[in-house]
């Protein structure tokens, strides 16, 4: 999806007079390590990772108008997003977001800053789709930007962000672009897993599809079902993330350049090549599942003309039998010699001409 043409606005000045945030800083003491759910953590100036003693002091840089900090971290505690947010001066609505997760992706702008949700997916490899396969998996990443710095907060197992940082890394002029550039390539690496998602999504359903339509097809509608309550959770992380694309191609936010919207909006157009898929596939699965249901009932109508039609013929002698047990004096060819055998043929000859006229309209 990431071509290098896409990579040419400007870079983004760093604001040098924002005054630092009015609150001491908390995080950590100039020697003390970082919380553990940092997963890691740099200051750039220029594009270029820079050494520095610790996270504080990166920080206290940046807010002086030196470069920027990317820090990542992965299911923090309440502590440490506490912390994080008294040393970034972050706004409490969107620490509160961060800590008890939301499950739409939304674009909020506090001030200066921007808080952004991102839900991802990743696909889960199954040897075959049965009716408790699990087919998506979902999880958040949770960013807050502003002129100094970006934090990540990811929430799940993927959408892992260590090797897009490398990829930043090695392209200093890239990340010389600011805070701005770190928001766009995420959100292109989680747009481009969605794309992913959905060409494996479709060879399920191709899979799937096939198996329906089979002659022994009405005996997978569970499995149709499964692949549908997946589907939808796939929508719900895909759908959301359209309105906050939108804002950030068309509206003046802060930290994002004018000269980015074209970059959003290239974005949003992918996004909708994948939110268009998956409505696609929902129509597909709904109009599947109508048709394992309506197979379903014609086998099962099949088996019931099947069984009538044997019932009826089972009933011929069934009935005789239970007329001449009756054992009545006056009952006609009781005492004929041939009676016993004429009853047999006449026996015979009805559940013959059922048989043949059930066969002849299909019951049988």
């Given amino acids: 999806m990431s071509t290098p043409e896409r990579r040419t606005f400007p870079a983004i000045k760093a604001v040098a007079n924002r005054p630092a945030p009015p609150t001491a800083i908390t995080l950590a003491a100039p020697a003390s390590p970082p919380p553990s759910s940092v997963i890691a953590w740099a200051w750039y100036v220029d594009g270029v990772r820079r050494p520095v003693e610790n996270l504080a002091r990166a920080a206290r840089l940046a807010c002086d108008g030196e470069g920027f900090v990317w820090l990542g ?22 620490i509160e977001d961060a800590v008890h997760g939301h499950t739409r992706s939304k674009l909020e702008s506090f001030g ?35 002129d100094h710095f970006v934090i990540t907060v990811r929430r799940g197992e993927h959408a892992q962000l260590s090797s897009l940082r490398r990829s930043l890394e090695a392209d200093p002029e890239r990340l010389a672009k600011g805070p701005s550039e770190v928001l766009y390539a995420i959100a292109d690496k989680i747009i481009d897993d969605y794309l992913d998602v959905v060409a494996r999504f479709e060879r399920d359903l191709d899979e799937l599809e096939t198996r329906v339509f089979s002659r022994q097809g009405q005996h997978e509608v569970e499995r149709v079902y499964q692949l549908k309550r997946e589907l939808i959770e796939f929508k719900r992380c895909v759908v959301p993330l359209g309105a906050p694309l939108l804002r950030l191609a068309t509206r003046d936010l802060p930290v994002v350049p004018q000269e980015a919207r074209a970059y959003f909006r290239e974005l949003a157009d992918h ?34 003309r099947r069984i009538s039609a044997w019932v009826a013929i089972v009933a011929v002698p069934t009935m005789i039998a239970g007329i001449y047990g009756m054992n009545f004096v006056n009952m006609p060819e009781l005492t004929w010699r041939y009676g016993y055998f004429a009853v047999l043929v006449i026996i015979v000859v009805i559940m013959v001409a059922l048989y043949a006229g059930f066969k002849r309209n299909r019951w049988l």
Avoid: C
């Avoid at 997003?81 to 008294?86: C, G, H, P, R």
């Avoid at 909708?272 to 014609?298: M, N, Y």
């Fill in 112 to 146: 200066d800053d921007l808080f952004m949700v991102i839900s991802t997916v990743a696909y889960v490899e199954h040897e075959e789709l049965t009716e408790t396969s699990e087919v998506v998996s979902t999880g958040q990443v949770m960013i807050f930007l502003g």
């Fill in 73 to 94: 971290l992965k299911d923090p505690q309440d502590a440490d997003l506490e912390a994080i947010a008294s040393q970034f001066d972050l706004h409490p609505l969107a």
């Fill in 271 to 304: 996004h909708t090549e994948a939110r268009e898929a998956v409505a696609a596939f929902d129509e597909v699965i709904t109009s599947i599942l109508q048709a394992g249901l309506a197979r379903a009932s014609v086998a099962d109508n099949e088996d019931m």
